[in-house]
């Protein structure tokens, strides 16, 4: 699909409150494969989103990452603490770790970035 088709079916199906029928079309499908298969399409979508809400995306190592830690925030944006989907922290002091999911709030801390393999800044 190519990324004009793809912003055509955006605009539609990121849409609330969408009938059933729509999210069972093939055409759902395929912006849904569009969204996880091809890069152009992710990243449009993906830096748009992070734009309407205003987070500060272009100060990560790369949109997966900006992304991951954008849902690990609360609409405050305080961290979402015992929340499974969660798979990445990020602290004000510039750490990085990933939340072992055992009740408590323990984690790995990491130096690089786990999508695209930058080393992360402090
Ligand atoms: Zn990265």
């Known amino acids: 699909m190519d990324l004009e088709r793809f ?4 605009a539609y199906f990121s849409q609330k409150d ?3 029928e729509a999210l069972e079309s093939a055409e ?6 569009a969204m996880h298969e091809n890069e152009d399409c992710y990243n ?13 995306y272009q100060n ?4 997966m990452m900006a992304d991951n830690v954008d849902s690990s ?14 798979i990445i922290n990020k602290w004000d002091e510039g750490l990085f770790g990933i939340p ?4 408590g709030t323990s984690m790995v801390l990491i130096n690089y970035c786990p999508w695209c393999g930058e080393k ?3």
């Open 7 to 10: 912003k055509e079916l955006h």
């Open 18 to 20: 969408l009938p059933r």
């Open 28 to 33: 759902y499908n395929a912006y849904s494969d």
């Open 44 to 56: 449009w979508a993906t830096t748009e989103k992070l734009k309407k809400k205003g987070f500060d």
């Open 60 to 63: 990560y190592c790369c949109l």
């Open 73 to 86: 925030l609360d609409d405050n944006g305080e961290i979402r603490y015992g929340a499974v989907d969660v």
């Open 100 to 103: 072992i999911h055992d009740g």
């Open 120 to 122: 992360l800044k402090k």
